[in-house]
């Protein structure tokens, strides 16, 4: 690990909530460092903070076990903001009531500001806000009195201004809260008095004095995806221990996009000046994936031959004999246990299971320059580092890569008429709630215009129509959709470039309209379905997110949509193109 020096000013205490780290991202673009903390650490432990956080969290306060923190924090004499379930420990701890509403309340509202005092400073007094929420604060705790209410929220803030405690129902670190950076400003410099001192392009000396400290002597090993953090924390070991001492290696493994391993190639060797390599393993993954279908038999023999060629690398290298250590991009995020990325524990299953790597770890070989970065603060530090935007704009891409965007089935079957569209044949991997789903996709015959509201209908239609969790539309189709049938279909070379074929059109022209600027992330999918002689189908899968955990589907321009459309027909084997209206839940981003 590398270890940095700047001491937080601000906890934000994660009491179990997606938005812990929101939090803390938001209150470092205000200039001021922060880090996330666990709920219950000792108050002790928060001495010399300028102030505290208490996120937001699923719990209720009054059941047992729930998360909770230092009941002393209160009486600490340190500024504290209780966001939502935090707000709700406010009162619960000090003496208020917190009671579970008739209706939650989901989405934008209107507050009302009755009091607004250092916090709401310089806000008109009607605003719009974001709430999430079924619990609310019956009855503000002695020294507390409430400040704003809405229609269905009588205490939606409440203050103790002599203690400079300040609880808020609703969340100020989501855009849709319009002067939620206003507000987060008030608490950090008008409440907590806090100075501006965090700027992460301004660290880079002090991260790479780090890597000196933690590399010694020794050389630096990285495995490259293509992806951002590696690519910054490479850049950052050769810039602190010169080229020669750095070595990257990129796994090709005939899975990636068009162009990928040589785009990877021309960066890296560019910067690297000769201490990077590419391992072409594209055949050896292929034939260990031929004939295979399941979605989660595709992953793990992904996984395992990733294993088999770095242990290969590691060995052939002498990687393992005392003089190298390991270098990886992980981020802040991936290093805390709650409130992780999505895919941290993906990440973490498929490290553990090399062993040599493992043994790197173990040894405490092991340098990662970027622990306490955030995503967009890794993209500034890359900025400054001259790294060029073609690579810091990239949008997050899976590691099994465009195997989990081929979907295989193993039978040939028609559509089925459904009350709304047709249901396709093919099943998709989907959430709802804690656990995953696996069922067929309904086919609307066409999109729906910006007037319609896309969650609502894609909602309205999973819960209407049994045993589906994603809903399409048609944008064009080469036959009508009720002769459309699925074939049974391999991950195949031949399948494998009409899908990055498709994947390159789309790529393009969202980067020529800008549209790929709007969003964050573009997957596209190549499913079994076709007719007459063409046998595939493409989804279009533009979405909007924060971190992966939950996403929105967008609407692209129909003439953006429309040209996507027909570049991707005049592609051989394409039947039809679909375009995909499900947020993230009911299904997930990707298909697999
Ligand atoms: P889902 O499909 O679960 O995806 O909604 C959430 C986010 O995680 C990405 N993803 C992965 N990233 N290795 C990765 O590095 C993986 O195995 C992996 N699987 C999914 C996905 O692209 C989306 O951004």
Request: charge should be negative.
């Amino acid at each position: 690990m590398t270890e940095q020096h700047v001491r937080p000013q601000v906890a934000v205490l994660d009491t179990g909530g997606q938005y812990c780290h929101l939090i803390a991202r938001r209150i470092r673009e205000q200039g001021v460092y922060a880090e996330v903390a666990s709920a219950d650490t000792p108050v002790d432990k928060l001495a010399g903070l300028k102030g505290v956080v208490i996120s937001g969290g699923p719990a209720s306060v009054y059941e047992a076990g729930s998360p909770t923190v230092d009941p002393n924090l209160f009486s600490a004499g340190v500024p504290a903001l209780g966001i939502c379930y935090g707000m709700h420990l406010m009162a619960h701890l000090g003496g208020g009531a917190v009671r579970r509403g008739d209706r939650g309340e989901f989405g934008l509202a209107l507050l009302d500001i009755d009091e607004p005092g250092p916090l709401f400073a310089g806000l008109e007094p009607r605003q719009q806000i974001w709430m999430s929420h079924r619990d609310a604060v019956e009855a503000v705790p002695p020294g507390f009195h409430a400040m704003a209410h809405t229609d269905t929220c009588a205490v939606a803030a409440m203050g103790d201004p002599a203690r400079r405690l300040y609880g808020l129902q609703f969340h100020p670190e989501v855009v849709h809260t319009r002067r939620g950076a206003q507000i987060l400003s008030n608490f950090l410099f008008e409440v907590c008095r806090c100075s501006r001192d965090w700027n992460p392009a301004r660290q880079i000396p002090t991260i790479e004095d780090a890597i000196r400290r933690s590399v010694g002597d020794r050389g630096v090993l990285f495995f490259l995806s293509g992806g951002i953090d590696s690519a910054v924390a490479y850049t950052l070991c050769i810039r602190a221990l010169g080229p020669d001492r750095v070595h990257g290696v990129y796994v090709d493994t005939g899975l990636m996009r068009e162009g990928e391993t040589e785009f990877v190639s021309t960066l890296f060797s560019s910067l690297a000046a000769g201490s990077f390599d590419v391992e072409h393993a594209a055949e050896e993954f292929l034939t260990a994936l031929a004939g295979v279908r399941d979605p989660e038999r595709k992953r793990n023999i992904i996984g395992e031959k990733f294993v088999e060629v770095q242990e290969r690398i590691l060995e052939r290298g002498h990687y393992l004999d005392g003089h190298w250590i390991l270098g990886q991009g992980t981020i802040y995020p991936d290093t805390i246990e709650s409130g992780g990325t999505a895919h941290a524990d993906l990440i973490k299953t498929h490290h553990n299971r090399v062993a040599g790597i493992q043994r790197l770890i173990e040894a405490n070989r092991i340098v990662e320059p970027l622990t306490s970065f955030y995503k967009d603060e890794v993209r500034e530090l890359g900025r400054t580092l001259g790294l060029p935007e073609t690579l810091l704009e990239r949008h997050p891409f899976p590691g099994p890569a465009l195997a989990i965007r081929c979907l295989c089935v193993d039978a040939a079957e028609p559509v089925q008429p459904a009350e709304d569209g047709w249901v396709l044949p093919v099943r998709s991997v989907g959430v709802q709630g804690d656990s995953r789903s696996y069922r067929p996709v309904l086919a609307l015959e066409r999109v729906p215009t910006p007037e319609e509201d896309l969650h609502d209908l894609a909602t309205r239609l999973i819960n209407r129509t049994a045993n589906i969790n994603r809903v399409v539309a048609v944008v064009r189709c080469r036959a009508p959709l009720s002769e459309l049938r699925t074939c049974p279909s391999d991950l195949s070379a031949e399948r494998l470039e009409r899908l990055r074929r498709a994947d390159a059109v789309v790529r393009k022209l969202a980067h020529d309209s800008g549209f790929d600027r709007s969003i964050w992330q573009f997957p596209v999918v190549l499913i079994p379905v076709g007719a007459a002689g063409r046998p595939d189908s493409i989804v279009l899968r533009p979405v909007d997110s924060v971190d992966g955990m939950t996403a929105n589907s967008v609407l692209m321009p129909r003439p953006l949509l429309d040209a996507m459309a027909g570049a991707i027909l005049d592609i051989d084997g394409i039947a039809g193109v679909f375009y995909d209206l499900t947020h993230k839940p009911p299904a997930t981003i990707e298909w697999e």
